[in-house]
């Protein structure tokens, strides 16, 4: 089947069974195109939560469909690669969140949203790279226990200098690679451009960028602004958005290395058998949603 045939044949599934596609900015550009939505993770939870859609594919990794079936208990939700984890999330653990409620037991405990259901569950809110200097913020505790990115804790720290924040020890594979030699290395090359960094990389990245911020911020901060060259510091799916959206300017991936391949599973054929066997649903415990769904839910009366 070519790729038209396939588009085509998505195209009437979506239509036949009243379904919409969810795509992360770090997609392969074929399903950003196809997707009835591209966000990042707070605006995909978002648009899964707004959706009147009964069966909702999320092209992305495991976390992602989980909370869009937390937010849609009653709603079919599917990914179309079943083994499609998140090595940040694969970080955090219900036992690691229990010890450090017993060692600090006076803490807020802030969970980005890359962390399993069950972690999200024993947790007071959940963040997004999008919200976590406002729900940090919000937060009554002076000592926060962020979990389970140590880099997107230690920039919070930087933004919300009245809290103490208490970092646990995980960190994204894709974003964790980069270092301050790949920036200097890619200054010289395009000694013009400026660099804007996802909070996920290292601090000794993202403390010598220009920019720091999540998907949607960097793409926010391009349209508004002036310059004509960017160093990108986050994973490469988000260059097909920045070229598509800003034609006129240059983009340049710090390094070739920001790859995150759960991100790339997904291809139109995978689309296609997901949505024709309607595989692979994803199942949560109804007990385990209840509670993973108010951290959530807090989180949203934020934004
Ligand atoms: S880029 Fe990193 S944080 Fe994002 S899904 Fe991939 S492994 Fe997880």
């Known amino acids: 089947m070519t790729d038209l045939d396939l588009k085509q044949k998505i195209e009437d599934l979506k239509k036949q069974k009243k379904a919409i596609v969810l795509a992360h900015y770090y997609q392969n550009k074929e399903i950003q195109e196809i997707a009835d939505f591209v966000g990042d993770s707070l605006d995909m939870a978002k648009q899964a939560k707004q959706s009147e859609a009964e069966m909702i594919v999320v092209c992305g990794v495991t976390f992602m469909a989980e909370t869009a079936k937390i937010l849609n208990p009653d709603k079919k939700i599917l990914i179309p690669v079943e083994n499609a984890g998140c090595s940040l999330a694969n970080f955090g653990s219900e036992e690691n969140v229990l010890m450090m409620k017993e060692k600090y037991p006076e803490a ?8 399993a259901a069950e972690v999200k ?7 997004t790279s999008a919200n976590a200097v406002d729900v940090v913020r919000s937060l009554k505790q002076k000592q926060i226990v962020m979990l389970p990115d140590k880099n997107l804790a230690a920039w919070v720290q930087t933004q919300v200098p ?4 208490i970092a646990y020890d995980g960190y994204c594979h894709c974003h964790n690679r980069v270092k301050k030699e790949d920036v200097y290395n890619s200054k010289k090359r395009h000694p013009e451009a400026i660099v804007l960094a996802h909070p996920e990389v290292k601090k000794e990245v993202w403390e010598i960028a220009d920019f720091v911020g999540s998907t949607s911020a960097i793409l926010r901060y391009v349209e508004l602004s002036n310059e004509k060259e960017f160093i990108i510091a986050t994973e490469e799916g988000i260059m097909y ?3 598509k959206r800003h034609p006129e300017k240059s983009f340049y991936l710090l390094t070739p290395d920001l790859i995150c391949l759960s991100m790339k599973m997904v291809h139109l054929d995978e689309l296609y058998e997901s949505l024709k066997e309607e595989k692979y649903e994803i199942i949560l415990d109804e007990s385990l949603q209840e509670k993973a769904k108010k951290p959530l839910m807090r989180m949203f009366t934020l934004a």
């Open 162 to 165: 009245e809290k103490e924040i």
């Open 108 to 115: 807020g405990f802030v969970c980005y949203v890359n962390s």
């Open 121 to 127: 569950a024993l947790c007071d809110i959940c963040c």
């Open 241 to 243: 958005q920045l070229r």
